[in-house]
């Protein structure tokens, strides 16, 4: 299918209208949902975090620099992508199984249009461009309800934002946006290809776009689990 | 001019087409009929290489339609217009996107130039005032329509129609036959289409092809219909009783 992809476009406007079609779909349409499990598991994690830690001898700060690079590490993009898996996964597979059993495909194909380069090229590369910004703001806002958090709990705001800054690693956040962008790849593929070659009916789409969420959650735990091995 | 020699294809253990060879002559409306189910979908998909015939072989104006490769097949399928059974309208498109987008794909006209395109094939299949809704507000006719707007709009070279008039009422499916045969005079067309409704076939079935179980069971032109003695062709085509009554008629006077 890859290989299918790299020929030269029929009109690189068309090409440029979808990708931006599927930039909106993905990244406005997950704005919201990402934002808001982000801003709670910053928030969780701090008030699970501080309540480990009371009683104990380590200073409340902490807890700041432990939020910042749990999202950025992990948080924020496993999370994420793997919110992103259920419903851009779900939604790639089903839109280009649609497509495939009500021959719109086909009709591609018999205008003489490359259909796997114009309907999954512009999918994968949309989510290479917008899954990265994602996980930033879903970062920024984890710490943000971290930080909420933890003063809601009683811990003075400057001693979170002491430890937002306490031993920053600029490397943190590379391994966060190698994961964007490994994770936006994987769950872009693995759910065109399920999407893509879709037979039978109506209900062979939903199974498909299950097996989209399925596998691209899967994939996407694996690989984080090798880049956690790799990278750090 | 398409040629068709001995075109097989078969789905596991079912055999679909069983040798079927014809030819289809270019500014003729080419009909193909046949029963529900008789395979015709199957040879259209053939013809256009959206299937892979088991056996035989496919020749566009004398070129090999069925050797070549993926690349000169392109430049053919740039001359083929199709209107498929389903309409196989492009969902996240309007009406006016649909039409458009043969047009955007592979033209370097103005905007308005498209646009006068656009709206000019809209008018051709009585369809206007419909450019901004999209294929599920839509009902089964108007989408036939805007398929065979979308098929056109390109003027091409060879063009398919899978049952283009299935769901049209009888003045519409006029109107979509007079249209098709109009253009397929004008530009010297060779147009193929899928048809059950007798009235086509009597209206401008130039040529038909009726395929029965896999084979090509008669061919010949609506004139021919009538004088055939094939009792299969004949069974299929006057299958009513007006109809019975109507061919009982045309025996006694002939
Ligand atoms: N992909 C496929 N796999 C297996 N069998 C198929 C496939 N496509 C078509 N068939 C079989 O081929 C036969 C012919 O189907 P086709 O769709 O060509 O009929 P048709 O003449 O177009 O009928 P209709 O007038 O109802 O559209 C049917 O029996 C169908 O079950
Ligand atoms: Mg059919």
Known sequence: MLKQMISVPESAYMYWKETVRQMNHIGVGSLIIIGIISFFTGAVTAVQFAYQLSGSYFPPYLLGFVIRDSMIIELAPTLSCLVLAGKVGSNMASELGTMRISEQIDALEVMGVNSTAYLVAPKIFAALIIVPPLIIISAFLGVYGGLLAAVNYGIAQEMFEKGLLYMFDPFNVVIMLVKAYVFAFLIATVSCYQGFYVKGGALDIGKASTRAVVFSSILVVLFDYLIAVVMT | ?254
Not at chain 2, 109 to 127: G, H
Not at chain 2, 200 to 219: A, N, T
């Open chain 2, 1 to 254: 001019m398409i040629e068709v020699k001995n075109i097989k294809k078969h789905f596991g253990d079912k055999k679909v087409l069983k040798g079927i060879s014809t030819v289809f002559e270019a500014g003729k409306a080419n009909l193909i009929i046949g029963t529900s189910g008789s395979g015709k979908t199957v040879f259209m998909k053939c013809l256009v290489g959206l299937l892979e015939p088991n056996d035989g072989a496919i020749l566009y104006d004398g070129e090999n339609f069925s050797q070549m490769t993926k690349k000169e097949r392109k430049s053919i399928r740039r001359k083929i217009g199709m209107l498929f059974q389903g309409s196989a309208l492009f969902d996240s498109m309007t009406v006016e996107e649909n039409v458009l987008f043969p047009l955007n794909m592979f033209t370097d006209w103005s905007t308005k130039e498209k646009m006068d395109r656009v709206n000019f094939c809209l008018e051709r299949v009585n369809l206007v005032g419909a450019n901004d809704k999209y294929p599920g507000e839509i009902s089964g006719g108007m989408m036939k329509r805007v398929g065979i707007a979308r098929s056109i709009v390109l003027n091409p070279k060879y063009l398919f129609c899978d049952e283009p008039n299935s769901g049209l009422d009888p003045q519409t499916s006029l109107l979509i036959d007079e249209l098709l045969t109009d253009i397929t005079k004008e530009y010297n067309i060779t147009t193929i289409i899928n048809t059950h409704d007798m009235n086509s076939v009597m209206g401008m079935g130039e040529k038909v092809v009726f395929l029965h179980q896999g084979y090509k069971d008669w061919e010949g032109s609506n004139k021919d219909i009538l004088q055939s003695k094939n009792q299969l062709l004949n069974d299929f085509i006057f299958a009513s009783d007006f109809l019975k009554a109507l061919r009982k008629g045309i025996d006694n006077v002939g």
